[in-house]
Nanobody, 118 residues
Framework: VQLTESGGGSVQSGGSLRLSCTAS????????MSWFRQFPGKPREGVAH???????HYADSVKGRFNISQEKDKNTLHLQMNSLKPEDTAWYYC?????????????WGRGTKVTVSS
């Protein structure tokens, strides 16, 4: 299984970025799909995820600004990030697991860096 993130980069405060995560090697079963981020010296934290039933959930810090979506036919997960703030600067990772959501998820990408300047 391989997850590959793309779409990171540098943007000014108030700008937008769209992250994508392409998955290969996953079976036809359903998976929980998540985006995490990691600040320097901090553990990874959940940003948004899609549960097995298709419901979506967001961290309070990104509600109303970020949108997670999935193109199952393309095995691709997206994170649309709007109204970006300097405090959104972090490495962003996607993750997949057939059962759980959290730091114990089975499959992880290598991350993509997002930098938001003021």
């Amino acid at each position: 299984v391989q997850l590959t993130e793309s779409g990171g980069g540098s943007v000014q405060s108030g700008g937008s970025l769209r992250l994508s995560c392409t998955a290969s090697g996953l079976s036809d079963s359903s998976y929980c799909m998540s985006w995490f981020r990691q600040f320097p010296g901090k553990p990874r934290e959940g940003v948004a995820h899609i549960d097995l039933d298709g419901s979506v959930h967001y961290a309070d810090s990104v509600k109303g600004r970020f949108n997670i979506s999935q193109e199952k036919d393309k095995n691709t997960l997206h994170l649309q990030m709007n109204s970006l703030k300097p405090e959104d600067t972090a490495w962003y990772y996607c993750a997949a697991d057939p059962l759980v959501v959290g730091l114990d998820m089975s499959y992880w990408g290598r991350g993509t860096k997002v930098t938001v300047s003021s």
